[in-house]
């Protein structure tokens, strides 16, 4: 029996994550060859050092009521690695000043008008209390824009103060961009079980009891994950993209940028969904016609060592409503947030949405006019003239895909004219948090494992 062979094409968190479980699946003998031209692998992933501290300045944490990273976590015996936050809260900017986040709300959607007091005004607050009692036209299994079933039934302000703020920060985008069943899948089973309201469909989707800490992240950041699964994998790195798969027999050839050729007997393809549709044109057309049509968005991260001692508010960060005068979208004060563990403050800041398009600052914005905004939006929000110890920026561009309406079903249309041997990962699938993407992965490695098995 020949040793069989397996093509990763993306080093970032879920396609270290197949090769693990291809690994783990498959035993010792396998090839498992990764591809990926970067400067390291984990993709949006990447942990920094600055002020001396360490500071994931890419996605920096994860929605820890998912089991997906405490369990493998724990799997890879790195379970005491997990931290929670301190439990200071974030906060919305909005009308030029800091408010406090509303309690009890999905996503940004609240479950009263009383949680919203004071961030939006008297008409809206009286808008929102007689919402339960208005008539409710949902269709099971619908799936709108959030921005505009909760503009309906709560009002415009609700969607600029509460519901963008949040959607900015994971997407990217906004409530306009982002379909209900990925912006609040809870309310949106609960509208299709028959909720009444809005305010009854928010209600229901509030976790019962206190179920702990909604983030969690890993001492020693993200790289420590990204070790232990590059070590575990045994994975043989190629820094190089490839720019061809073609079928070859009952297996896959691969040609990387280089013009080296490599044979598989099965491929997982874990790059960005921009550049999936020019890999997979020639073998699966109609997987690649749809993943040209998911939009997507840059961003910037601006990671900042501040003086010890500045006056930051015991706060874990700022969102940013829509419509104010600021450059940045959200403001994180990672040091408040995960406690202090050295002599300056950190913080990062995060620029740039889908709806900036070819403006976007990610793309046209200079490191050192994104560290003027940036310190100009510290001494609006805070007060504070901050003279930086230490700065870094890292342009994610194009890696933020939009969930819009119907996107479940784009998902399934990704995966269905694909051979048994070629699977799909990635964060434009089922999810764009690193829950999701351990799952996706974990999904495609069990498929190609048992398709190859098969034979």
Request: charged letters at 15%.
């Amino acid at each position: 029996m020949t040793t069989p062979s397996y093509c990763i094409v993306g080093g970032g968190i879920s396609g270290l994550v197949a090769a693990y479980r291809i690994r783990a699946a498959v035993g010792p003998d396998a090839t498992i060859t990764l591809f990926d031209p970067a400067d390291r692998l984990g993709g949006i992933l990447r942990t920094e050092r600055i002020g001396g501290q360490v500071m994931d300045i890419g996605a920096e944490a994860f929605v820890a009521r998912r089991p997906e990273v405490p369990a493998l976590l724990a799997e890879l015996g790195l379970a005491a690695r997990q931290v929670s936050t301190t439990g200071v809260r974030p906060t919305i900017f909005s009308q030029g000043r800091i408010h406090p986040l509303p309690p009890d709300t999905v996503n940004g959607i609240p479950t009263s008008a009383a949680s919203v007091a004071g961030l939006v005004d008297d008409a809206t607050i009286a808008q929102m209390a007689a919402e339960p009692h208005r008539l409710l036209s949902w269709q099971a299994g619908a799936d709108p824009a959030v921005g505009a079933v909760v503009a309906d039934r709560f009002g415009e302000q609700v969607v600029a103060r509460s519901v963008d703020p949040m959607l900015s920060g994971v997407y990217a985008g906004s409530a306009a961009t982002i379909g209900i069943r990925a912006a609040a899948p809870t309310i949106a089973a609960a509208l299709d079980a028959g909720a009444t309201s809005l305010t009854e469909a928010a209600r229901r989707a509030l976790p019962a009891g206190s179920p702990g800490p909604v983030f969690g992240a890993i001492d020693g950041g993200y790289q420590v994950l990204l070790d232990a699964l590059i070590q575990r994998s045994g994975l043989q790195w190629v820094q190089a993209a490839v720019s061809r798969i073609a079928a070859d027999g009952a297996g896959w050839s691969l040609r990387d940028d280089e013009g080296t050729h490599w044979h598989a007997d099965a491929v997982v393809v874990a790059v960005p969904v921009p550049r999936l549709a020019a890999l997979i044109g020639d073998i699966a057309p109609r997987t690649a016609a749809v993943a040209a049509r998911i939009p997507v968005a840059s961003a910037a991260v601006l990671a900042m060592a501040a003086p010890g001692g500045t006056p930051f508010p015991p706060q874990s960060g700022v969102l940013v409503a829509s419509g104010e005068q600021l450059h940045t979208k959200a403001i994180t004060l990672s040091s408040r947030k995960w406690g202090a563990h050295g002599n300056c403050e950190l913080l990062r800041m995060s620029f740039g949405r889908f709806a900036d398009a070819e403006k976007n600052p990610a793309r046209v914005t200079s490191d050192a006019e994104l560290q003027a905004w940036a310190r100009a939006d510290l001494e609006t929000v805070f007060g504070i003239d901050v003279d930086p110890v230490e700065v870094l920026v890292h342009r994610w561009l194009d890696a933020m895909p939009q969930y819009g309406p119907g996107h479940a079903a784009l998902a399934a249309q990704l995966r269905a004219d694909l051979p048994p041997t070629l699977a799909l990962a990635g964060n434009y699938l089922d999810g764009i948090g690193v829950p999701a993407c351990l799952a996706v992965a974990g999904a495609a490695a069990a498929a190609v494992v048992a398709a190859t098995t098969r034979r």
